[in-house]
């Protein structure tokens, strides 16, 4: 049985293409400046984003960390949606090696903070029982948002205000390809209002291992000092950087694939009863749904479906969220259809209602 796995994009494997790149890499020691295939992949990525300067990170999630270590000083604030992948999955790191204060505010379900909510958030610089309000850090797509993309007009609005009022704008860009294609506007548009943003090459662009930080060049040597403090500087690590450059040229335009598959599952699952899915919400490659069976809660679906070869992921009691893919094919969405209406057909599943575990 072909196994149709839907846990996350960042299960994409590399391609044969990444694979001879990386075999065929020239390489040296990044430390030193010397691997011209890192340094081709920074440049790469720093000329597709409209931005000075790069950083190849290890993760998204450092990428995120050393953007806030290198703009932001121990007891500064950082406004954040609640729902953030920086405040909810990265461990905290911003105030556990920072110090830095995040100030939470509730995501809004389009993926986007409320700029009135943001402008009372702010601090009054004067007072000196309050931290400072130094950058504000918005995520696009975003993840527990269904993948929503947040628009070149909303960036605007958002940048506007953070100039305005002296404060900076990270971007956590991890899917921000998906947005691009999603919303058909040049990225370039979508990040030209942040100071700085990461973005992920190992999530549906299907590279290995990566991320890149990219923005202006004090930002950039500022965040490449961080990196190197969180022991992110790598020696000869262009043979990972080689599938980074593949992944640019050739994986970003077949990202449409995959919200192609998303619309066309989620208007699958909206069919089957005993689920709940907002098929209008889904405008990139993730998709979140409910069970309403009350007998079938999510840690007991998730299990049967992978008895039945279908992977994804519990987010909730109720709650499960499928991201459509580079391995998972026209094909297999039908597949992954026909296998959930099978899975949710007969007996029940008290035996493990409610003993799973799951985070939401
Ligand atoms: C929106 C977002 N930001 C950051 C990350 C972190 O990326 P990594 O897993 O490479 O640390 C993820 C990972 O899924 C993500 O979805």
Redesign the pocket.
Known sequence: MRIVDLR?D?ITKPTPAMRRAMADAEVGDDVFGDDPTVKRLEEMAAARMGKEAALFVA????G?LVSLLAQCGRGDEVIVGDQA??YV??QGGMAALGGIHPRVLRIQPNGTLDLDEIVAAIRDPHNPHFPKSRLITV?NT??RCGGSPLTVEYMRSIGKLAREHGLLLHL?G??IFNAAIALGVDVKALVADADSL?F?L??GLAAPVG?VVCGSKPFIAEARRARKVVGGAMRQVGVIAAAGIVALEQMVDRLAEDHANAHVLAAGLAEIPGLQVDEVSVRTNIIYFETTRPDVDAPCLVARLEEAGVRMGVVGRRRIRAVLNYHVTAADVQAAQARMGAALAPDTCEDTVGSSAYED
């Open positions: 996350s960042t993760s998204g999630t450092m995120n992948h920086s999955y990265e995520e975003h993840n956590d991890a899917r990461t992920c190992s999530k991320s």
